[in-house]
Structures are given as structure tokens and as C-alpha cells.
């Protein structure tokens, strides 16, 4: 979902490696009190800076333009001006909300001047604050689940204002992904009430109509109300447009130096009956504030770390925090149907998250991860398809494989309980046999072509990603058809699972390493190798280049190194790909990359290489996110590797690295934990593993299954300065392997 050109190695060049080193965590100090929100606001992160609640439905805070006024895409930047603050954004993404927008203003309001530079900001979880200079008031912003409390103390004694907009919305353009203001309505109830709806549409994920309902409830009474509209300023006590018209209100005090106002904002996508219970429901200012506290220090809780510097423990913490910004829950708050089901939106997208983020959550929340799914498998039950990513109660847009298959088979392989499958295969299965209406939107786009050829061909847009994908997809659908007793079927997918290697051209040389993915026609022949970068819509290959694509294969990596002629190719080709330039940490296609040196006995390389981009990709500053957070991928590919170990999404599988604490303590849930310490990483040069025991057990091998640690346990790894023979013999298991009938594919017949 990025549009931007790789600039982060040279930015990046002249920081040093991590170094561990320090005591443990400072007795005393909450996870809560180690987070800092401001970590990946500037560079590319998009970052949601604001208040709001774990997973919260509401998240406010400042929408932003710089001084030359133009407009942030996500909410908040450094510099520039605030606008207002609204209720709802995304988490480390663009294109969508900003919804309900308050600002307060002093003197004459001038809607078309009203925006003001901010300083002394604070960030908590939970809690923003700041100061605007032009009208020199102090904003305070904290949120219950479903409300946003406002604090607003004016320090001048010039006319007070609080001002509404809801024509006023992120990324509002007539352009293909913009926003666009479709009417509403507002209506004066009292002199400390108001209440509205209004009606948007568009967006990066092209959604359809949905509606934001408010009821604004002041603390006191004020001394005027006005609307404002297409013809300026009103004194009626209603006022309705349609279409792209301004919409706005206002709330004038008398002037009083040191003038507090608090208002709650309740929210509702069902109706302003539900916003004013929600608003209602909201405590005061100071309650909820530690309420909100509370509720994020329990949700970063299950992860106790113990070594590396402050600055590490800092990164660790606002990781977990940024992680669990969405998907949005919504129970309650669904337009679309009534369900005893969970319901969660704001999954933009499960293309960036299936990877590091979803089997984060299974770790340390599995009642949350069950949730999640819980809700993607209801929206197929009522709207026909699991979508690849949802946003605003619409599904779209799905920017390659139905990325769901994968999530839906790392919870089944996992155990995860209190999951619908049965019904989840059906969806699965739909995926992969039915061509859907609007391929962007959700389902495979290009079935015909893969189904019946085995790749899809230049007909089609992103054929090369969509292959590839389809393919592990297809190997998701096959664990699942086993589990549930399915042989036939788990065969069929399985064979199809190997349908990534239809599109490799074993004698297509690229900066001397042999053997690519290539665009193919439908009539089998080679099209012109694809050479750029980083592809986009239209493109063979979506968001990353032929380099990191003909390296996706993660259930058959024993293949994709036979394909690349053996281990020392196979070696030199990943080797070309980092030294050259070719891995791309600011995109999720490539998240897994490092760690495949260990399919090739060389699981030294992968900590080479983990080290290297977790030291200068992510750093303890504003632009510490090497690109956009995806609703927290980026930190959970740090957070994982801040704690030594990598899943492999979709198995019950996870490598080893190297860890940057010594101490890692995971609560799984019912009393389980799975520690993780590491002897000797405290001293920087200790980047290798040099022996490694399992539940107290020796172990010969750089990876374990989930199996091994669901029931609680703990990894003891010894760190030395130099590579030894750890991890090179019994390789991580693949389906070209001598490991090919893993516990998952049990049921089929032993070639």
C-alpha cells in the first residue's frame, strides 16, 4: 500500500548495530510507562498518534496539513498545522476516515481559517495532549471504547469557541482512492448538546456508502449555538445538505481567561441513539483516562523482556503497543447484519498482516486472534466472501492472494480453539474455485488462468505475486482439508501448492544469478523478463520486484534451492539479493527473507542479516519505522525478532535468531509462558548461537514447532562471537524435504 521510492540504506547507513548490554527492565516501571506513540510518526510510518483503547473503535486525534498546506493522508505529522481532531483513523496506514472533526478556536471563527501550529505535545496510550498556538488553548484527547472525551482549557480571554465538522474528511479528492463527503445533517438539541450523521464513501480500499453518527455532549452550557452551511453561518437549530457541501456547527462562550470545557463524543455507525448512549456511557475526563491506561498496560502485559538498553525496551513495548491499534472492534457497531459474532473492521489489510502480525496475536491474545477470525468467517457467512482486507463495514481491496486461507490454517495448525473451520474451509474453498465479480475487491483474481494453466498469464494484472500466493494459499487449504479429515482434497491442493515454480525460468540470468519468476502468455511462452522494482496495480509483480518474489515459497523452500541450483546458488542468491539492494524491509513481501539461509544450513547468515535491519531500520525516534506500520506488520517483524524467534505464517513453525534481550517471558494464556533466554547476548559480539536446549532438552536444530511450546516451556540459547555447526545439519522442515509429511499433512499417504 506504499507509493513511495526505497530510500532507507542510505538514510540509514552510518547507524551501528544494536547493542545489548544494560540491567533489566527498571523494577517498577509498567510496559504502559515504556511506550513512546511518537516512534514511527515521521518518515513513512503513518503512525496514529492520539488516544485510543486496545484494538479501540475510536481513535482521536490531530489531523494535520504542512505549512504549504497540504494535507496529511493518516492523521498527524510533525510540524504543520492542526486542523481539528477527529475520531476515527487507521494505524500505520493511509486513505480512509478522519471522521467527526472538533476544533476549538478563539475571536471571530473563520472556518477557512481555523488551523493552528501545535507544541508541547504529549503522547501516552490512552492520552494526547498539545498546545495550539493561535489560539493559545491546551487540547487534551482521551477515548472510551465507543466515545472521545475532549478537554479544552482556553488560556486568552477573548470569545471561546468549539467548533464540528463533518464535511471534513482524510484524503478527500475526486481522485480513485479519495474520500468523498456525500451530506449529512446536524441538530442543536440543547445549549451543551449536539447530535448528526454524516454520509462518506471512497477510500483507498474503494468502499461503498458508510455513515458516522455523533451526539457531542458538553460539561456546561453554552452561550450561543450556531450551524454553518453552504450559505455561512445560521441560527437554525437544524441543518441537512446533500452531497459536497460544508456542514459544521458551533458552540460561543463568553471570553474568560482559563475557560475549561470537557465534551464526549459518542460514536456509532448504527444510529445517534447509540452514539448518545455511548457518549453517555463514557466517564469523566480523569476516569477514563486511567481506564484507558489500565486497559493498555493488560494488553502489553503478556511480554516481560528482560536486558538491552532503555531505548530497546522502549522500541519493544510501543512495538506491542502499535500492534494491537487494529483491526477496530466494532462489536455492536455493525450496519450491515445482527450477529451473536464478534465484528471487527479496519483489516488493512490482511496482505500486510498474515505474515508476523496474526501469529503475534495468537501468542500472547489467542481469545483476541480467535475473535478476529471469528468475525472474518462471519462476513462470509453474510456478504459471500472472507476478505483480504475490509475497511469502513466494506470489503477491498485484495492486492494479491485471499491472504484469510493463510491466517485461517496458522490457527488450525495451532490449536487455536472456539473457531468455526467447517465453515471457514467453505470459504477457503470459494476462494479457490470461484472467480469473483470484482477480483479487487475480494476472492483470486485470474482464476480461470490458474486454474486451468497453473499460473496466471500476461492477461492478467499482478500475475507473477498472484501466483506465488495462490500457491501457499492453496498449501493453507491443504493443511486444513487434512485436519478435517479431507485426504482427497488436502492432495489436491497440496499438488497445486507447487504451482509457483510454473512461472520459473531456469535459464533467465539477472546480475549473474540464474533462474527467475517470469511473466508467461497464455499460450505457455516467456513475455519480456519484468525488471522493475517495485510494481504496483497493473504490474506482474505487486509492491516488491523479481528478486523477492521468486523467493516466496514458504512451504517448499528445499524446492526453491534445488530450482536455484543447490545450497551454494542458493546462498550466493540471497547473498546478491541484500548486497545489492534487492531486499526491501519497508514491505511485507519480504519479511521472511532473512531467515531463509537457515533451508540452507546457514543459520549465522540469517542473524547477519537480522541484526543488520534491526538495528537500522527500526530506531528509537519518530521516523524509527522503516516504512508504513500496516496495522503494526512492521512492529511485530520487530517485535519477534527483538525476541529471537520468527514464525513461518500459516505452519507450526518458527525459526530462531538472535535475540536483543536476555530475557523474554510470553504468557500464552491459561498459566502457560514460553521463555527465552539468551546466555551471553548481553555483549554485542555474541550474535551467534552456539548450542541451544528445548524444554531442557539439547537441540541440534534453528527452529521448533508450536507444538513444542503451546503447552508452555522454554528456549535456553548460548551466544558466542563466532558461527559453529549449530543449526546446519536437521533443517527446518519442507514440503520437498525429507520432512514432507509434517504433522500437518498426517493424513496423506507417505510417497
Known amino acids: 500500500m506504499r507509493k513511495f521510492s526505497l530510500k532507507l540504506l542510505a538514510a540509514c547507513a552510518a547507524v551501528g548495530l544494536l547493542a545489548n548490554g544494560s540491567a533489566a527492565v527498571a523494577q517498577g516501571r509498567a510496559p504502559v510507562d515504556q511506550v513512546d506513540p511518537f516512534i514511527g510518526t515521521d518518515w513513512y510510518g503513518q503512525a496514529f498518534l492520539g488516544a485510543t483503547r486496545p484494538f479501540g473503535m475510536v481513535k482521536l486525534g490531530p489531523d494535520m496539513e504542512s505549512f504549504d498546506g497540504k494535507a496529511s493522508k493518516f492523521g498527524y505529522m510533525s510540524g504543520g498545522r492542526v486542523l481539528g481532531y477527529s475520531h476515527l483513523h487507521l494505524q500505520g496506514a493511509a486513505g480512509k476516515y478522519g471522521n467527526i472533526r472538533i476544533m476549538p478556536a478563539t475571536g471571530p471563527v473563520d472556518f477557512a481559517d481555523i488551523a493552528s501550529p501545535a507544541n508541547q505535545e504529549v503522547a501516552k496510550p490512552g492520552y494526547y495532549a498539545g498546545t495550539l498556538t493561535r ?23 477573548d470569545d471561546a469557541h468549539l467548533t464540528v465538522r463533518l464535511d471534513r474528511i482524510l484524503t478527500q479528492s475526486p481522485g480513485r482512492e479519495g474520500q468523498k463527503f456525500l451530506g449529512g445533517e446536524l441538530s442543536l438539541n440543547s445549549p451543551r448538546e449536539i ?16 455513515r458516522v453518527h455523533f451526539v457531542m455532549i458538553l460539561d456546561q452550557d453554552a452561550a450561543g449555538q450556531r ?72 494488553a502489553l502485559s503478556p511480554i516481560q523482556v528482560e536486558g538491552g538498553r532503555e531505548s530497546d525496551r522502549r522500541q519493544f513495548y510501543t512495538a506491542l503497543y502499535q500492534l494491537q491499534l487494529m483491526p477496530s472492534d466494532r462489536t455492536g457497531e455493525n450496519p450491515g447484519w445482527t450477529s451473536t459474532e464478534p465484528y471487527y473492521d479496519d483489516y488493512q489489510a490482511v496482505w500486510d498482516t498474515f505474515r508476523s502480525a496474526w501469529p503475534l496475536l495468537t501468542l500472547i491474545h489467542p481469545d483476541r486472534s480467535r475473535d478476529l477470525l471469528r468475525s472474518l468467517i462471519d462476513v462470509y457467512r453474510h456478504e459471500g466472501w472472507m476478505p483480504d482486507a475490509r475497511v469502513g463495514n466494506a470489503n477491498g481491496r485484495t492486492q494479491g492472494g485471499s491472504n484469510s486461507d493463510v491466517v485461517v490454517a496458522d490457527a488450525f495448525v495451532k490449536g487455536l480453539q472456539g473457531i468455526d473451520y467447517a465453515t471457514a474451509f467453505q470459504a477457503m474453498l470459494k476462494n479457490a474455485t470461484v472467480s469473483p465479480p470484482d477480483a479487487e475487491k475480494e476472492g483470486r483474481g485470474g482464476l480461470p488462468d490458474y486454474l486451468s494453466k497453473g499460473y496466471i498469464s500476461t492477461d492478467y494484472d499482478r500475475a507473477g505475486s498472484r501466483t506465488v500466493e495462490y500457491a501457499y494459499d492453496d498449501f493453507a487449504i491443504a493443511q486444513v482439508a487434512c485436519g478435517l479429515g479431507k485426504p482427497d482434497v488436502a492432495q489436491a491442493y497440496l499438488k497445486q501448492s507447487g504451482n509457483f515454480a510454473n512461472l520459473w525460468d531456469k535459464d533467465f540470468s539477472h546480475q549473474g544469478i540464474k533462474g527467475f519468476l517470469r511473466p508467461r502468455k497464455p499460450d505457455g511462452t516467456w513475455a519480456e523478463p519484468y525488471l522493475t522494482k517495485r510494481g504496483t496495480w497493473p504490474d506482474f509483480f505487486y509492491e516488491s520486484d523479481l528478486w523477492t518474489y521468486s523467493l516466496y515459497a514458504p512451504h517448499d523452500v528445499a524446492r526453491l534451492i534445488a530450482l536455484s541450483g543447490g545450497r551454494e546458488a542458493f546462498i550466493q542468491r540471497l547473498d546478491a539479493t541484500f548486497d545489492r539492494l534487492h531486499f526491501d524491509m519497508t514491505n511485507e513481501p519480504g519479511f521472511l527473507v532473512p531467515m531463509l539461509y537457515h533451508w540452507a544450513g546457514r543459520p549465522d547468515k540469517s542473524a547477519q542479516r537480522i541484526i543488520d535491519y534491526r538495528s537500522k531500520a527500526f530506531l528509537d525516534e519518530r521516523g524509527g519505522t522503516p516504512g508504513p506500520e500496516d496495522s503494526g506488520a512492521m512492529s511485530s517483524w520487530f517485535a519477534f525478532h527483538a525476541m529471537g524467534f520468527f514464525p513461518v505464517a500459516g505452519q507450526d513453525l518458527y525459526l530462531i535468531g538472535t535475540p536483543l534481550f536476555t530475557k523474554s517471558k510470553i504468557a500464552l494464556g491459561e498459566g502457560k509462558t514460553f521463555e527465552i533466554e539468551a546466555k551471553g547476548v548481553a555483549d554485542p559480539a555474541n550474535r551467534y548461537v552456539q548450542a541451544a536446549t528445548l524444554n531442557g532438552k539439547p537441540i541440534d536444530r534453528a527452529w521448533f514447532r508450536h507444538s513444542e511450546i503451546a503447552g508452555g516451556g522454554k528456549l535456553v540459547l548460548t551466544m558466542g562471537p563466532a558461527p559453529t555447526a549449530f543449526g546446519t545439519r536437521e533443517l527446518p522442515p519442507s514440503l520437498s524435504g525429507a520432512d514432507a509429511a509434517s504433522a500437518a499433512l498426517r493424513c496423506l499417504p507417505k510417497s
Do not use: C, M
Request: net charge positive.
Open 135 to 157: 489560539p493559545d488553548v491546551r487540547v487534551e484527547l482521551t477515548t472510551s471504547e465507543r466515545a472521545g472525551l475532549h478537554r479544552y482549557a482556553f488560556r486568552s480571554g
Open 195 to 210: 447530535r448528526g450523521v454524516g454520509r462518506y464513501t471512497g477510500g483507498w480500499n474503494l468502499g461503498g456508502e458508510y
Open 227 to 298: 450551524v454553518w452551511g453552504p450559505e455561512g453561518f445560521k441560527a437554525d437549530q437544524r441543518l441537512a445538505v446533500e452531497g459536497d457541501k460544508p456542514l459544521g456547527a458551533v458552540f460561543d462562550f463568553a471570553g474568560k481567561a482559563g475557560r475549561v470545557v470537557n465534551a464526549r463524543v459518542g460514536i456509532s455507525f448504527v444510529s445517534v441513539e447509540q452514539a448518545r448512549r455511548n457518549a453517555q456511557d463514557a466517564g469523566d475526563f480523569d476516569a477514563t483516562r486511567k481506564q484507558a491506561q489500565a486497559a493498555w498496560n493488560a
